[in-house]
């Protein structure tokens, strides 16, 4: 697995339920392009997501810069990335990487040996990140 390092100014942070609203707005700001989708209500989604079987905050790893969600990695206790998403402006300078091995730590501490995850064959940076940290089709 890729090493990877925070960028300035990024800092991995709890996850915390005060964040949802941010993070949910992250995912429709991401999702706006075609490469996913999320319910439109936050607390809808919020719901969904925390009465999900799979779902454990503990996977749920949140980067932040000056307070505000710039990017999160969700993953389901089947070893499973669920989402990664990077705000825009934070694109480009490693924070998918470094959110995405520190999840794959995680998991593999939880005693995974094998990591999945789907992307959206359009998705060309997403799949060029993907396939930089081992991935494959």
């Known amino acids: 697995m890729p090493t990877s390092a925070w960028p300035d100014g990024a800092r991995l942070v709890r996850f915390d339920v005060a964040d949802v609203k941010a993070i949910h707005a992250l995912l429709q700001r991401a999702y706006t392009n075609g ?17 999900d079987s799979e779902f454990d905050a503990a996977l749920c790893f949140v980067a932040k810069a000056e307070g505000e969600v710039i990017g999160f990695c969700l993953c389901w206790t089947s070893s499973f990335v669920k989402d990664l998403v990077v705000a825009a402006a934070w694109q480009g300078q490693g924070l998918g990487a470094t959110l995405l091995t520190t999840a794959m730590t ?26 930089r940290m081992g991935f494959v089709a």
């Open 106 to 131: 995680a998991l593999r501490q939880r005693g995974a040996n094998v990591v999945q995850l789907k992307v959206v064959t359009a998705n060309a940076g997403a799949r060029r990140l993907y396939e």
């Open 35 to 51: 490469f996913g989708s999320v319910a439109p209500d936050w607390l809808d989604w919020w719901e969904a997501l925390r009465a």
